[in-house]
């Protein structure tokens, strides 16, 4: 389903509700203030680059979460800025004490250097402004690997075994993202 809301074009699909029917069945109990907060991230997104002097092309909201597509051209610290600022916003609310632990998780999660995470796509901006875009790519993709390999060692190892999720989501997005942003 597709709609505007102030000029701006959102992709609400299906499967989004049977993820948010599971959780809620479950009995995760947060799930709204998940979706809260992770709108309001990216609320910190789309006021950033409209201040920057983009234009918000789309906002896709499915399983894997919400995603923003824009073809704004960006300067590289732009492109930095507009990218972190969900994140503050996270940071902000979090030293606000309003929903520390969400907000703390949301903006971790988020820095993870594993695209297309904030995180990674910082990691993109910067080491394309300075390599080729196959260079990037593969550096993007060791990282994330990486990453992948220090979460298994934290769960398997050290029996962390709540970061299995977050692991889940990871390896997911990362081989799905082109459908977040296509």
Do not use: W
């Not at 809620?24 to 609320?43: D, K, M, P, T």
């Not at 520390?100 to 901006?125: K, M, Y």
């Not at 709540?162 to 296509?182: C, V």
């Amino acid at each position: 389903m597709t709609f505007c809301i102030f000029k701006l074009k959102f992709r609400l699909e299906f499967p989004f509700f049977i993820v948010i029917g599971a959780a809620l069945l479950l009995g995760y109990n947060n799930v709204l203030s998940l979706i809260l907060f992770s709108s309001l991230h990216e609320a910190g997104h789309i006021a950033s680059l409209i201040a920057l002097g983009g234009e918000v092309d789309i906002i896709r909201i499915s399983y894997y979460g919400v995603g923003l597509k824009h073809n704004s051209c960006l300067s590289t610290g732009k492109e930095v800025v507009f990218l972190l600022s969900g994140v503050a916003v996270n940071l902000l609310f979090s030293m606000l004490n309003i929903s520390r632990e969400i907000n703390l998780s949301l903006a971790f999660i988020n820095l993870l250097p594993v695209f297309p995470l904030d995180g990674g796509r910082v990691l993109n901006t910067v080491i394309k402004a300075v390599l080729p875009q196959t260079v990037a790519d593969i550096i993007i993709g060791v990282v994330t690997a990486a990453v992948v390999v220090l979460f298994i060692v934290l769960i398997f190892v050290y029996g962390l075994y709540s970061l299995s999720l977050i692991l889940i989501y990871i390896i997911f997005y990362s081989l799905n993202y082109r459908g977040l942003y296509d």
